[in-house]
C-alpha cells in the first residue's frame, strides 16, 4: 500500500506542481490548508518558480479570506530532497507541469494531473475573472477530494478517485 498509515488521525502532505509556481498551484496550496487543516498540509512548487506569487493570486484569495502569510513562489526541488516532508500527494495544476519530468519525489506519493487554464495568461481585460474561476475549480475538485473516504480506501482506489478528479 502506498499510503504508510491508513487511520482517521492521519494528516496527509500535498503538493501542487505548476510551472511558475505564482497562481494556480499557490490556490490550491492556500485553499486546501484552509479547507481542511486537521486533515491535510498543503505545499506548492513550480518547475520554473516565478520567484513572486502573482498579485491577483493574492487578492483573489484575501478576497475570499483565504490566508496568505508564508505563502512564496519556490522550486519544486525543495520537496524532491531528502530532508523536505513526507509527500502523501503530488498534483500537477498545469499543462506544461504535467507534461513536464518531475523529480522522483521521495516515499512515492499519490499524483494525479489536475491540468487548467493559466489564469496569469488571461488578458488584462478578463484576468480577475480568470483567477476567481480558477480558485473555483480548484475548489470544487478539493471539495470532491476531501469526501472521500482515504481511511478505508485501497491505495489503487485512492489513485483512480484523485486521476478522475482532474478531469471534472
Known amino acids: 500500500m502506498l499510503l504508510k498509515e491508513v487511520n482517521m488521525s492521519k494528516i496527509y502532505n500535498v503538493l501542487f506542481v505548476c510551472t511558475g509556481n505564482s497562481a494556480r498551484s499557490i490556490l490550491a496550496e492556500a485553499l486546501l490548508n484552509k479547507m481542511a487543516p486537521t486533515r491535510f498540509r498543503a505545499f506548492s512548487a513550480g518547475s520554473q518558480p516565478k520567484g513572486a506569487v502573482h498579485p491577483l493570486t493574492l487578492a483573489v484569495l484575501a478576497d475570499n479570506h483565504i ?3 508564508g505563502l512564496r513562489s519556490k522550486g519544486w526541488e525543495e520537496f524532491a530532497a531528502a530532508d523536505a516532508p513526507h509527500l502523501d500527494f503530488v498534483f500537477t495544476v498545469c499543462d506544461q507541469a504535467g507534461g513536464e ?3 522522483v519525489w521521495p ?4 499524483t494525479a494531473h489536475w491540468g487548467m487554464p493559466d489564469p496569469a495568461a488571461a488578458d488584462p481585460a478578463s484576468a480577475e475573472r480568470a483567477f476567481k474561476d480558477a480558485l473555483i475549480t480548484l475548489q470544487r475538485r478539493l471539495q ?3 469526501a472521500l473516504p482515504l481511511h478505508s480506501l485501497e491505495a489503487l482506489a485512492i489513485q483512480q478517485e484523485i486521476r478522475a478528479i482532474g478531469t471534472r
Open 101 to 103: 519530468v518531475c523529480p
Open 107 to 110: 516515499g512515492q506519493p499519490m
Open 67 to 69: 490566508p496568505t502569510t
Open 144 to 146: 470532491l477530494m476531501l
